[in-house]
Each structure stands twice: as structure tokens, then as C-alpha cells.
């Protein structure tokens, strides 16, 4: 079994920053790929960024030069800058990480971290 846990959520206002955390334990081998998503209310939850275990990123548009993914192997975690923060931005943000176990791939999700930005 694996866990996700996030840190760093909170309330920011227009134009600040914040940093999100999300450590990955348990029954690892490999993590190939690691992501951040994010759900406000009302609407269907949508990828933010993700990362490749070769650092290779893609994000979504509306982050483009305000978000940066990175990750740390060694330390199976994936960390979120968000720089520039917009009331829009104001989600339920979720790490997501596909593990290779063993003997299995699976697809994991954290329990979520609130950010809200006011305006």
C-alpha cells in the first residue's frame, strides 16, 4: 500500500505564494510519474501539473509561468511553487502519483490541501 500525504495549503492573497508538498511512502520500487490536480467548488478536478521521474513537466495552460513542478526521488516527493496566485486559483489542490510497487502499478491520490486566494 501507498500513501500520499500534502503539506502547505492555506490563505494567500492576490499576487502571493505558496508552496505545496506531497511525500509519497509505503510499498515503492519506482514512481514514474507525479502530479499535482486541483477541484474548486462546483467543477470537475483538473490537472494542474505532472512530472516524469526524468523531469520531464507539462502543465495547464492557466498556470503556465506562474506554477513550477519539481521533484525529489530520493525523497519520493513533489513539490508545487505557485507563484503569482489568482482568486482562480482557489481549489482543493490533490497530489496524484502513479507507483510501481513490486509487483503492481498504481494509480494513488493524497487526501487534498485547500488553497484560497482572495482577492
Known amino acids: 500500500q501507498v500513501q500520499l500525504v500534502e503539506s502547505g495549503g492555506g490563505l494567500v492573497q492576490r499576487g502571493g505564494s505558496l508552496r505545496l508538498s506531497c511525500v509519497a511512502s509505503g510499498s515503492i520500487f519506482s514512481i514514474p510519474v507525479m502530479g499535482w490536480y486541483r477541484q474548486a467548488p462546483g467543477k470537475q478536478r483538473e490537472l494542474v501539473a505532472v512530472i516524469i521521474s526524468g523531469g520531464s513537466t507539462m502543465y495547464a495552460d492557466s498556470v503556465k509561468g506562474r506554477f513550477t513542478i519539481s521533484r525529489d526521488n530520493a525523497r519520493n516527493t513533489v513539490y508545487l511553487q505557485m507563484n503569482s496566485l489568482k482568486p482562480e486559483d482557489t481549489a482543493v489542490y490533490y497530489c496524484?502519483?502513479?507507483?510501481?510497487?513490486?509487483?503492481?502499478?498504481?494509480?494513488?491520490w493524497g487526501q487534498g490541501t485547500q488553497v484560497t486566494v482572495s482577492s
Open positions: 496524484n502519483a502513479k507507483v510501481r510497487s513490486y509487483t503492481a502499478l498504481g494509480d494513488y
